[in-house]
C-alpha cells in the first residue's frame, strides 16, 4: 500500500518559520487531494488545510489563515505546508493525509502518514 512521508518538522521560536513536505511513496489512484491536519497536546484532530492534485483549488483552516500556505510539486507528487509567524498554539504533530475529494473531515482521507512533530516555544 502506498505510504505517505512526512518531514521537515522541528523545534522553533515563536514568530518563526517551518515548511513541512508530504511524499507519497507512489501515485496512488483514486487520489485528487491532499491536505494537512494537526493533533494539538490534549486536543482533537484539526484541519489544517487542503490542496487539489487536479487543478488549483486549495484553501486553509481559519486558525492559520494569512500565516499558512500549501504547495504541491505535481511532478514530484509531493505536498508542502508552508508555515510563518508561528505560535506557540501551533505547536502540534502535523499529518498529512491523501484522499479522494477535498474535505475539512479527517474522515474522508484515506491515506495517512505518520506524522511530524512542530513545536513552537516562546
Known amino acids: 500500500q502506498a505510504q505517505l512521508v512526512e518531514s521537515g518538522g522541528g523545534s522553533v521560536q515563536a514568530g518563526g518559520s517551518l515548511r513541512l513536505s508530504c511524499a507519497a511513496s507512489?501515485?496512488?489512484?483514486?487520489?485528487?487531494?491532499m491536505a494537512w491536519f494537526r493533533r494539538a497536546p490534549g486536543k482533537g484532530l484539526e484541519f489544517v488545510g487542503y490542496?487539489?492534485?487536479?487543478?488549483?483549488?486549495?484553501d486553509v483552516g481559519d486558525s492559520v489563515k494569512g500565516r499558512f500556505t500549501i504547495s504541491r510539486d505535481s511532478v514530484k507528487y509531493e505536498v508542502y505546508l508552508h508555515m510563518l509567524t508561528l505560535k506557540v498554539e501551533d505547536t502540534a504533530v502535523y499529518y498529512c493525509a491523501a484522499g479522494p475529494r477535498l474535505a475539512t473531515s479527517p474522515a474522508t482521507y484515506e491515506y495517512w502518514g505518520q506524522g511530524t512533530q512542530v513545536t513552537v516555544t516562546s
Open positions: 507512489e501515485r496512488i489512484t483514486g487520489i485528487s487531494s
Open positions: 490542496i487539489s492534485m487536479r487543478n488549483n483549488l486549495k
